[in-house]
């Protein structure tokens, strides 16, 4: 993670950060203080860290669904044509 408007969210109401690493154990969620919007990142995504921008103004279990529908469970796999 990179950037001081960037701030970690480990606490919240709904444990959403802590709900989201049940999705993918990579996931971490920032809050944006000049976007002023909730990000979810992950630890392993190489460049660019951010996977999705939370689309509600609030952690809640919106963000979950949301995570569930959005992943991509074979992103940054080898596909057996790679693997050579």
């Keep these: 993670m990179s950037g ?3 701030r970690p969210v480990t ?3 709904y444990f959403i950060a802590s709900r989201l690493k049940e999705i993918d ?3 971490y969620v920032v809050y944006n203080l000049i976007k002023l919007r ?3 990142h992950s630890k392993e995504q190489r460049g660019n860290t951010l996977c999705f921008v ?3 103004g609030n952690l809640d279990a919106r963000t979950i669904e949301y ?3 959005t992943r ?3 992103f940054g796999k080898a596909r057996s044509w790679q693997r050579r």
């Design 67 to 69: 995570a569930k529908r």
């Design 4 to 6: 001081e408007h960037l």
């Design 72 to 74: 991509n469970p074979s």
């Design 38 to 40: 909730y990000e979810v």
């Design 11 to 13: 606490d919240d109401l």
């Design 54 to 56: 939370v689309p509600y």
């Design 25 to 27: 154990p990579t996931y």
